[in-house]
Structures are given as C-alpha cells and as structure tokens.
C-alpha cells in the first residue's frame, strides 16, 4: 500500500490504531495526532500498557475466563460455590455477570458460540473442557448462560445433548427469559412476550 | 477510582485507551479484548508503535509541522516554492492541503486559533515565529488558510494586522469562499451564496 504520510513513524502509528475494532484510518490519524499533541509520556505509558495487558493476561487453565495467573481468582476463590458453573460465551459475558453481584458460582467460558456460517464448529470452542468438569463430579448444575440468538440456541443444544449423555446427573439450566425489568408490555416483543407466559412464575411478594 | 476488571494489567489498558479521544471505556474495553484474543505480537507491534511515533516525532524548527528532523521534508525540498507560505490551523490542515496536489510553497502551522473562550491567546500560538519569517525578507505572499470559523476570523485579523505593520511588503491572501464543487445552489447556505456573488471571477472555458 501507498504510504500515505510523510512520516513513516505516523504512518505505522495510524496503520497500528486501525487494526483495533471499528478505527478506520481517520480515527486513527486523530488518535495519533492527539498524542502527538500530549506529554511524550502519554504515548509511552499507553503503549506500554497495551504491551503489559498483552503480554501478562493469559487464560485461566480452569474456565478460559482471563487471568494474570495459571487460575484466575473466581475459581481460586474459596468462597465461591465450587457446584455451580455458568457457560458463556465471552470473557466480557463473565464481566457483566460479576457486575450483577448475584452469582457465586464458577464460571466456564467457551469463547464464542457454534456458527457454521461463521465456520465456527464446536471443536473451535472449549466444549470438550466443559464435558471433563461436568464429568469430573464436582458440579451439581451447569447454566447455559448464553444470549437469545440462533448461533447460542444451536450451541446450548449441542452441549445439552453431550452432557445428558457424559453426565445425565449434573442439572441444565439456562437464564429466564421474560419481559425486561422495567420495560412496558407495549415495547416487548412478542416472541419475549409468549416466552413470558408460558414460563410465568407465582406471583409473590 | 475504583477498580473495574479483576485484572490490573487490563484496569490500565482500559485506563489507557481511553485516554484517546472520543474513547469511553466501554470501547476501551472492546480493544484490550480484542488484542485478547489476538496473537501476542498485534499488542506488542502496536504498542511499540505509538511509543517510536511519539518518541521519533518532533516538530520542524521551522513551520512547526511534524517531523522525524529537526526541519521537515517540506521546508527542506528544493523543489518547493520558498516565497510562499500557507499558514494552517494544525498539522492535520498540512495533510489535506498537501493531498489537494496543487499546493507547492511552504507551511506555516499555528498549533490552535485565537479562542478567547477556551483561553488561548496569540502568545501560544506560533503567530511570532511567522512575523519573524515574514520579516526575513524570503517571503513574497502569505495565504492565509484557515477555517471559516469566528476563530479563523479573529486569527486572521490578528495576523494581518501586524504582518501589516512588520512586513508590509509581503501580499496576505485568504483562501477563496464560494460553492462548493459540485454542490447545487439549493443546498449552499446564504453567507457562502452571499460571499460567492461577491467574490465572483472571470467565466473562462
């Protein structure tokens, strides 16, 4: 490709910042010139701490969640509930399920979800590491805590029909689906809206 | 502030790019997970290259553009017109004019516009270096070639004014205001209609 700037050390730095998600070439020459603009220190700081992350993250040999240490601190935790583990699809999944302050269990990340138009088949994701814990004994119930789409649906039965065979005594669960918190029945959709009825629960208080 | 993310050295990558402009941390989360799941050396290559970009940049003794020398390809090519001098807004300007193709003289870059508001006077902008190149006795017409903002305004004003009084043999022009190329008369605002009847030219096939 032609070198579009004068500078080569702005032109690497600007090819550099659009290989991140969503920068296109403009975003990336703001991105550069503004540090240009800053204290050196800045830049060196930044890019340091993309080194650090890169080179000092590795995944947790237990669940694949992120982690600066063989096993991260969920499944090193003593407190958490060693019979329960929560399959998601991402790490950021694990994040936003900690956020919630609601779950004490351990974690299972397969890092991404079976999509044959992606050409993305179950031995791409960590499926065959879930069915050894489930067989393992250790766990009671698995929750299959992926999103509602085709791609998820299609994993969590794929995994369902595995582990009612390798393991026919761990409990399957997966997230209630429902009319969301707050929301109003005039902005739900109906298919939420039939999930909703026929998985009512009783009413109490 | 309180810690987000379990892992620190992904607290400071996030920290870190969101200190780029227009980047929240939610989309700071989104590039560290993204290098994540990339090979190592992505990460590595990138961060090195915003520390050797910042680090090899400085900015041309003489028209204050970026510069891997202490004088920039520009000011330094003897090819270029030495007798003009563009003066821009920011170093940005210098990319667009230079990719117009039908630039040749030499630059002059402000660093910012007289901004009362934003507190930015005349003294940190580099109106000074340019009065003194202008006296230097090279300098045949300065364009002044800034946006058509209030700000431009008051820094061209500013400019002219005492390039008048120091170097009153050298021509200051301003960019031409009119339609744009290729843009309907319906869609051109009046200031600009007003400016281009005003400001109209020999019709010449």
Redesign the interface.
Known sequence: MEQE??????E??V???S????VGRK?A????????RRD?D????????????????RYCSVCHN???DEV???CSDPQRQKSIVCVVE???DV?II?NTRRYFGLYHVLGGLISPVDGIGPDRLEIASLIERARSGDIEEIILATGATVEADTTNFYIYRLLSKSAPDVKITQLARGVSVGNELEYTDEATLARSIISRTPFEL
Do not use: D, Y
């Open positions: 700037f004068s500078s080569t050390l702005l690497n730095a090819t550099a910042f290989r991140l998600p969503g975003t020459l703001r991105f550069a010139l503004h540090l240009l050196p800045e830049a060196v700081s930044i890019g340091e701490a993309i080194i650090r992350m890169r080179q000092g993250i992120i982690s600066e991260c601190p969920v991402n790490v950021k994040m900690e």
